[in-house]
């Protein structure tokens, strides 16, 4: 299969990840949207929130448990976690991804 959040997580280039544990990474989005965008994703292949599993529920337990250690790690107090789901969300990597968005005042509604 090709994807390319599966090429980063088997962490052949880690020199940019800023968090990792044993089940998911985070690194800057290559086309950031605020002054802290990062991604964050298990290292283990999964599409979308849509095709969560029970046996891979443990990665998410560990992805939300990091986040909180990503921000303060960062000096971050105020952030937006985002999960497109979905071509319409704007889902473009099919790869199970939460953005870390920060570092400004951010709009709400999102567009
Ligand atoms: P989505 O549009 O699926 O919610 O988010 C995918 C995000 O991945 C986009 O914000 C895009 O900029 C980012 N992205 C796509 N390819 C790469 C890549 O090769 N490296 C990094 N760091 N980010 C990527
Ligand atoms: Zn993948």
């Keep these: 299969m090709n994807c390319i ?4 997580a088997s962490g052949e280039d880690k020199k940019n990840w800023v968090f990792e544990t044993e089940k998911c990474c985070c690194f800057p989005d290559i086309d950031p949207k605020a002054p802290v965008h ?3 994703i298990p290292k283990i ?4 929130l849509q095709d969560l599993k029970k046996n891979n529920i443990e990665f998410i337990n560990d992805m939300f448990l990091s986040i ?10 105020s952030y937006r976690l985002v999960a ?13 991804h939460f953005h870390i968005l920060g570092g400004r005042e ?4 999102p567009g």
């Design 106 to 109: 951010l709009g709400w509604p």
């Design 68 to 77: 909180p250690k990503i921000t303060e790690k960062l000096g971050i107090k």
């Design 38 to 40: 990062l991604l964050l």
């Design 5 to 8: 959040f599966c090429d980063i």
């Design 84 to 96: 497109n789901t979905g071509k319409d969300a704007g889902q473009s990597v099919m790869h199970l």
């Design 45 to 48: 292949h999964i599409s979308s």
